[in-house]
Each structure stands twice: as structure tokens, then as C-alpha cells.
């Protein structure tokens, strides 16, 4: 038990701490596996995992082990310099995203910010420098930074901060005809979520994916996947762009990647990166050793047998969640993908959330009606039994 009390930790927080998250009522001190410790001793089970990230659970052994290791030798060198695991890192990513290239960096929206640049220096290079337009879609999130604000759909996110980057413009994930039509020999990228997260978990249709294809053929137009939430192992597969029928030029990687550390990378096409040149991006932790570290555990994790265990849970999960929508009304949609899930209400369901915590399962609510699910990977039956069961729990006590 730590020495300070709740009621320290929000004080101390609210007189110092810039006030831009609207937290819920609780500290955490400890975690372990599927669960996490409040500084009142009470467990938590946790289906959200810090919004995706914490892939291997809390507390992993070997990600403990390793970073423990890694930090009693080497942390950070900067980019000046070679060291041992950043090259181990980018063979073990290309040869899982099937891209040629992979640059680091320490979040989601760095890897999107990345994309979105080398997507500029690509027709930069080829000296078409009229293409600089981005198309996205409605409902995206691609980040905060100001290159991945513009790309972001939510008038909620972007209108504080305007003007963005001019040229980009919106289209419905409903509409292929107006992809079709947005895309044009101006645009240097389109940017899609392969499945949508903080937009609700949608997935991208089949004739949407197809419209991106064929507008990408028809106009040279670039393929940003940003598959910070999607991708690394999430559902089921390494990437979630193929199963969808997209074939990405980038791909952006963050959130389960590092398994709590932060990590991001944008992945390139060999085609590409021939474009890109020593100076033209850089950061200062990017790919730094214990990042790295951290996410070599990880992909161990995956290819020695996590990978299959998503797969494997997924169905159950999804059956789950089905039978849970058929004794609940109020839930008019399951939208899933391996480990992430979406339960989209008839109302806002911020209520259930708060029941849930009192209750101990930790989920989150995104765009407005949806309750979304990201168990860690190592999560067991038993454990989506238990965490469907409070669900339903808490929807009834709302
Ligand atoms: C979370 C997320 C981001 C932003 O990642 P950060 O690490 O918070 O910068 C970007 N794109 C998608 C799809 C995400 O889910």
C-alpha cells in the first residue's frame, strides 16, 4: 500500500497536473497479468489494457526481466549512433508487414506523423510537388500532433485548434463513390484506419477497401494504414490491412507494440523509401534500446504462440458478445475483429462504464454509444466469462 491516500494523489494532481483528462475515480499502484491493484487493494479486470497497449498483460515476467536487463546496460544512445537491436527490430517488422523499411518513434500519432511526411517526400522527390492533399475518412483518429489532427475527423479534436493543414478532405466510410471522387491527381495519400478505434470499431468495408485500391491505382495516390490500434497481432493477424484488401505503400504501428513501453514505427514500401534521405526525419528517442527491447520481447511473445492464443480467443469473444447483444435491447450493434470490440448502444453508455468500475472490469466508451473492449492478448475464457458477466452486471444496474 503506498504512503498517500486517493484524496492526496487528485489534489496534488488538480493544483499541478495541466488539466486536459477527465480521469476516473481511481489509482492504480500494481498490476498482474489480466488485473490491475487500486491503492485500496481492490483488483480490477482489465478489458481495456491502457487503451490497447499492454498486449502482454501487467507485470510480464519477461518484459520485467528485460527491461530490468536492458536498463542496467545500455537505455539510450540517441540516433547518432549504431547500437545492437534497432536493426533486430526492423528485419523482425518487415518481415511481418511484408514493407521494406521501418522508421522509429515513440507514439501513435509520431508513426502517423511520419506517414504523412514521407508521403510529401515521395512526390517531393519525384518532383510532383502539387500532390500534397490527404484524403481520410469520418469517424478517423489518427492522433493529436498537428499533422495528425488534420487527418482526424472529430470537429471536437480539431476545432480548438484550427487552421490545420489545408487540403485534406473527409470522406463517409460509407461511401465509395466519394472516395472515389475525393481522389485525385492532388492527393499525395490516403489514410485509413484497416479498423477503426477511438471511431467506434469500424471496420472498413469490402467495397470501401476496393474504391481505396482502385483510386490508388487510377491516380498514383499513396496508402497510409494506420494501424496503431489494428495492427501488432491485435486481430489475429500481424496487420489487419490484408484481411481488409488494402496493400499499404505506409504502415503506422504503436499502442500493443511496445507492451506499455512507448514505441511507435512507421513501416515503408521499398519503393518508397527510395525516396527518403538521410535529414529528412529524425527524433531524439526513436528506436532508443529499450524500446526496442521491449518490443523484441513482445514479437517473441507473439510468434511463440500469442498470436495463435488471439486467434484463438477471438471466435469465443465473439460469441460472447453476441449472445450478450441478444439479452441485451440496448445494444444495437457487435463490432469486432480479434481483440477489439465494440458494442454500440441506443444511448450514451458512459453509466455502464462507471458501473463496471465499481464492479471491477475496466472497458472505455468512444465515439459517443460505443462501449469498446481491448483485453490484453494473454486473456483466457475464464476471463471473458467473467468480464461479460459484470458487463451485464452493470448494464443491468444502469
Ligand atoms: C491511439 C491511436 C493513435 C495515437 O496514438 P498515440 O500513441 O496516442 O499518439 C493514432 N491512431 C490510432 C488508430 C490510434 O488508435
Known sequence: ??????????????????????????????????????????????????????????????????????????????????????????????????????FFCNSGTEANEACLK?????????????????????????????????????????????????????????????????????????????????????PVSPAMAKAIEDACARTGALLIADEVQSGAGRTGEFLASPAAGLTPDFVALGKALGGGMPVGAAMVSAEAAETIFAGDHG?????????CRAALVFLDELAGG?????????????TGLRALQSRVPAIREVRAAGLIA?????????PVVAAALERGLLINRTSNTVIRLLPPYIVTKQDIDEALAILEEAIAAV
Open 283 to 291: 527524433t531524439t528517442y526513436g528506436g532508443n534500446l529499450l524500446a
Open 342 to 350: 465494440g458494442l454500440d448502444f441506443d444511448k450514451d453508455p458512459a
Open 118 to 202: 514521407f508521403a510529401r517526400r515521395y512526390w517531393h522527390t519525384k518532383s510532383q510537388t502539387n500532390r500534397t492533399k490527404y484524403v481520410a475518412f469520418t469517424h478517423s483518429f489518427h492522433g493529436r500532433t498537428m499533422g495528425s489532427l488534420s487527418v482526424t475527423w472529430d470537429e471536437h479534436y480539431r476545432g480548438p485548434f484550427q487552421p490545420l493543414i489545408p487540403g485534406v478532405t473527409f470522406v463517409d466510410g460509407a461511401d465509395p463513390a466519394a472516395l472515389l471522387a475525393a481522389v485525385d491527381a492532388d492527393t499525395a495519400a490516403i489514410i485509413v484506419e484497416p479498423v477503426q478505434g477511438e471511431g467506434g470499431v469500424r
Open 1 to 102: 500500500m503506498s504512503t498517500t491516500t486517493t484524496t492526496d494523489v487528485k489534489a496534488l494532481e488538480s493544483q499541478h497536473v495541466l488539466q486536459t483528462y477527465k480521469r476516473q475515480p481511481v489509482v492504480f499502484e500494481r498490476g498482474s497479468g489480466m488485473r490491475l491493484q487500486d491503492d485500496h487493494g481492490k483488483s480490477y479486470l482489465d478489458f481495456l489494457s491502457g487503451i490497447g497497449v499492454a498486449s502482454l498483460g501487467h507485470a510480464h515476467p519477461k518484459l520485467a526481466h528485460a527491461l530490468a536487463d536492458q536498463a542496467a546496460k545500455l537505455v539510450h544512445t540517441s540516433n547518432l549512433y549504431f547500437h545492437p537491436l534497432q536493426g533486430e527490430l526492423a528485419a523482425r517488422l518487415t518481415a511481418l508487414t511484408g514493407l521494406a523499411r521501418a
Open 306 to 318: 500469442l498470436q495463435a492464443h488471439v486467434r484463438e480467443m477471438a471466435p469465443y469473444f465473439l
